[in-house]
């Protein structure tokens, strides 16, 4: 998401709105104000919280939030450059650039808000801090607060800001951790290592991706089913855990063992 941000910081901030949507009926969360409220105003720039990337207009009085979940896309498309027909959500600048929001799924799941600065702080209140830098004391309270599996408590958005499931199971193998450690048990070593893997896998994800590297480039664990292990060239398993699919290394996270399933459907039957 921090790539994203410094991406579209200056070019969303270059010209007012001319034309605010259209947006799909799923995307777009909020009616009052409406879109069309952004027309003639222009954005600051881009900020970011957690996995929420917000655009504050100038005069201060609206925010516009968005969320881009997993399968959001969001573009920014000079003057006559092509954008696909009909996306989730499209504002068009003066001069004619535009910011793009597609999401390539069935169930649309990114969202877009459009806030008064109150509303945002608010909407924003619960999530935790930011992941990156958040250093090994932070950490280390927030990992024995509550006994919690690694790899759910590092998504917790109230918990730690900023973390998703890719970067969960890169971040998990980088601390050779078991996803599903208990957050409570970890010592001292274990809670330093976590918090080193936080800053070095988000840096590295952040350099690969202002460099433009896809999802397969950047990702060494996530999604790498039965690919050698960087670090030790045991194939990567993977296990079914609530909703999610985690990756992991059986040698440098386990110990060898193989994690079982927990899917939340098999735990509700
Ligand atoms: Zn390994």
């Given at each position: ?174 601390a050779?951790l078991?996803?599903?450690a208990?957050?409570?048990?970890l010592d001292d070593d274990e809670v330093e290592r976590l ?75």
């Amino acid at each position: 998401m921090e790539a994203w941000r410094r991406q579209l910081d200056e070019p969303v901030a270059a010209f007012a709105v001319a034309k605010a949507g259209p947006a799909h009926i799923a995307t777009l969360k909020t009616f009052d104000p409406p879109l069309t409220a952004l027309e003639g105003r222009q954005f600051r720039g881009v900020d970011r919280r957690g996995k929420r990337l917000l655009f504050p207009t100038e005069d201060g009085e609206l925010v516009l939030l968005v969320h881009l979940m997993t399968a959001g896309r969001l573009k920014y498309v000079p003057t006559g450059g092509s954008s696909p027909k009909s996306p989730a959500f499209r504002l068009e600048f003066d001069g004619g650039s535009r910011l793009i929001l597609t999401e390539n799924a069935r169930k649309k799941r990114a969202g877009v808000w459009l806030l008064t600065p109150q509303a945002a702080e608010a909407e924003l209140a619960h999530l935790g801090p930011e992941a990156l830098g958040l250093g090994p004391e932070r950490l280390g309270e927030i990992v024995h607060g509550e006994s919690r599996r690694l790899h759910a408590l590092l998504r917790d958005q109230r918990l730690i800001a900023g973390i998703g499931r890719a970067w969960a199971n890169e971040i998990l193998h980088a601390a050779k951790l078991s996803p599903y450690a208990l957050s409570a048990d970890l010592d001292d070593d274990e809670v330093e290592r976590l918090a080193a893997a936080i800053d070095t896998e988000l840096e590295r994800g952040l350099e690969l991706r202002e460099r433009g590297a896809s999802d397969e480039k950047t990702y060494r664990v996530h999604r790498r089913l039965g690919e050698p292990c960087h670090v030790c060239g045991t194939p990567i398993a993977q296990v079914d855990f609530e909703e999610h699919t985690i990756f992991y290394c059986p040698t440098c996270q386990t110990g060898g063992r193989v994690l079982k399933d927990r899917r939340l459907s098999r735990l509700l039957r």
